[in-house]
């Protein structure tokens, strides 16, 4: 979506936590022409702390590190260095990003992190921008609950990078004929959704590796938390809760690779509908085609044209190809055909480093100031 770009003094300002790490950088690449986000503050580890962000960061992106955070010096990952920031987006490792941005928040900062630690908080949302930004209507109940009540600060996180890929035509399917019964999912995910440097190259050259820890489970979880609904608890008034698509029980079962392929995770994925008849592979393309998440109508920026690109080859998606169509913003679904054990299978692709990660957390982001959920 084409936002005007606002002047500088204007702009709203951002930090990067994680700075130098992979989703670091893909956030530092995608906020360099942002109409109204500018980066203000990185943050990365001790090691890192005080240097220049260019004599600090190996730099893995395509294009140059951009010029405005070549000579920004990174800052130890304390809330009182990024206290000039409306948004701070986490790049940070799973094992040091709970209390760091416990902290953030606490400290009335509003967070949108890749990390897992706050995925399964009952009052944090779990968000996939072209799926269910409605969830983000929980922050005011997490400002609530937390010690002490909060005026400005939050967490927002995003759905694994596999999750995320997949959630899309979910998304749509179930809001075209209703809810899902069960799906079957298999992963061929990149080496990129390791990190840097990744998977030692003698185990992936010539090789598919057939587990990645914790995936499987995250992608069963998180897809129902994602899919449900949020509604007001039975058990306390005016308490909102996720209901983890519990008025339909969705069934997952999710078989996670690893394979050589550097950007972008393919997924073939079979479904059940709970309708009967289930719609036609016909019925589903048009579904799929047509599906347009809310995002699309606010002020998001970072928005694709197209969430789900179709194609009617029979070959596509394919990594190499399909990975940087909309600068990965969206998914790419191909091979919609009827499925002789469920109903309907079909295969998506997704930029794990981009609608998989940072892009992700921007939309995000751009959605909680479309929602005047953060004052700019």
Same mark, same amino acid.
């Given at each position: @979506?084409?936002v005007?770009?606002?002047?500088?003094?204007?702009?709203?300002r951002?930090?990067?936590?994680?700075?130098?790490?992979t989703?670091?950088?893909?956030?530092?690449?995608?906020l360099?022409?942002? *109409?109204?986000?500018?980066?203000?503050?990185?943050g990365?580890?001790?090691?890192?702390?005080?240097?220049? !962000?260019?004599l600090?960061?190996?730099?893995?992106?395509?294009?140059?590190? *951009?010029?405005?955070?070549?000579?920004?010096?990174?800052?130890?990952?304390?809330?009182?260095?990024?206290l000039?920031?409306?948004?701070?987006?986490?790049?940070?490792?799973?094992d040091?990003?709970?209390?760091?941005e416990?902290?953030?928040?606490?400290?009335?900062?509003?967070?949108?992190?890749?990390?897992?630690? !706050?995925?399964?908080?009952?009052?944090?949302?779990?968000?996939?921008?072209?799926?269910?930004?409605?969830?983000?209507?929980?922050?005011?109940?997490?400002?609530?609950?937390?010690s *002490?009540?909060?005026r400005?600060?939050?967490?927002?996180?995003?759905?694994?990078?596999?999750?995320?890929?997949?959630?899309?035509?979910?998304?749509?399917?179930?809001?075209?004929?209703?809810?899902?019964?069960?799906?079957?999912?298999?992963?061929?995910?990149?080496?990129?959704?390791?990190? !840097?440097?990744?998977? *030692?190259?003698?185990?992936?050259?010539?090789?598919?590796?057939?587990?990645?820890?914790?995936?499987?489970?995250?992608?069963?979880?998180?897809?129902?938390?994602?899919?449900?609904?949020?509604?007001e608890?039975?058990?306390?008034?005016?308490?909102?809760?996720?209901? @983890?698509?519990?008025h339909?029980p969705?069934?997952?079962?999710?078989?996670?690779?690893r394979?050589?392929?550097v950007?972008?995770?393919?997924?073939?994925?079979?479904?059940?509908?709970?309708?009967?008849?289930?719609?036609?592979?016909?019925?589903?393309?048009?579904?799929?085609?047509?599906?347009t998440?809310?995002?699309?109508?606010?002020?998001?920026?970072?928005?694709?044209? !197209?969430?789900?690109?179709?194609?009617?080859?029979?070959?596509?998606?394919?990594?190499?190809?399909?990975?940087?169509?909309?600068?990965?913003?969206g998914?790419?679904?191909?091979?919609?055909?009827?499925?002789?054990?469920?109903?309907?299978?079909?295969?998506?692709?997704?930029?794990n480093?981009?609608?998989?990660?940072?892009?992700?957390s921007?939309?995000?982001?751009?959605?909680?100031i479309?929602?005047?959920l953060?004052?700019?």
């Amino acid at each position: @979506m084409q936002v005007q770009a606002v002047p500088e003094e204007k702009r709203v300002r951002v930090g990067v936590l994680g700075a130098t790490g992979t989703v670091g950088q893909r956030f530092i690449t995608l906020l360099e022409n942002h *109409p109204f986000f500018v980066v203000h503050a990185l943050g990365a580890s001790a090691r890192s702390a005080g240097k220049s !962000y260019a004599l600090a960061t190996s730099w893995k992106q395509t294009t140059p590190i *951009p010029s405005a955070v070549q000579n920004l010096i990174i800052k130890p990952c304390f809330p009182e260095h990024f206290l000039d920031c409306v948004v701070v987006f986490s790049g940070l490792d799973a094992d040091v990003a709970g209390d760091i941005e416990a902290a953030f928040r606490a400290a009335e900062l509003a967070i949108f992190s890749n990390a897992k630690s !706050y995925r399964r908080d009952p009052n944090v949302p779990l968000v996939v921008p072209l799926v269910n930004p409605h969830h983000l209507n929980i922050i005011p109940q997490q400002r609530r609950h937390h010690s *002490p009540p909060l005026r400005k600060g939050f967490i927002v996180t995003n759905a694994n990078c596999s999750t995320t890929g997949v959630v899309i035509p979910l998304a749509a399917l179930e809001h075209a004929f209703g809810p899902i019964e069960s799906c079957i999912i298999t992963t061929l995910q990149a080496i990129s959704g390791a990190g !840097y440097p990744g998977v *030692p190259s003698l185990d992936i050259f010539d090789n598919v590796v057939p587990y990645i820890p914790g995936e499987e489970e995250k992608l069963e979880w998180e897809t129902l938390k994602i899919l449900g609904g949020l509604s007001e608890s039975e058990a306390e008034a005016g308490r909102l809760s996720f209901d @983890m698509h519990a008025h339909a029980p969705l069934r997952i079962s999710a078989s996670c690779t690893r394979v050589p392929v550097v950007e972008g995770h393919t997924e073939t994925v079979s479904v059940r509908f709970v309708r009967r008849p289930p719609p036609t592979p016909e019925q589903v393309r048009e579904a799929l085609v047509t599906y347009t998440p809310a995002i699309q109508s606010a002020s998001c920026p970072s928005a694709p044209r !197209y969430a789900i690109w179709v194609h009617e080859e029979p070959d596509r998606p394919q990594p190499r190809l399909d990975r940087a169509f909309q600068q990965g913003a969206g998914v790419s679904v191909g091979r919609v055909r009827q499925c002789p054990v469920l109903d309907i299978k079909f295969v998506v692709l997704s930029s794990n480093v981009n609608i998989g990660a940072a892009t992700s957390s921007i939309m995000n982001a751009e959605m909680a100031i479309s929602k005047g959920l953060i004052a700019v």
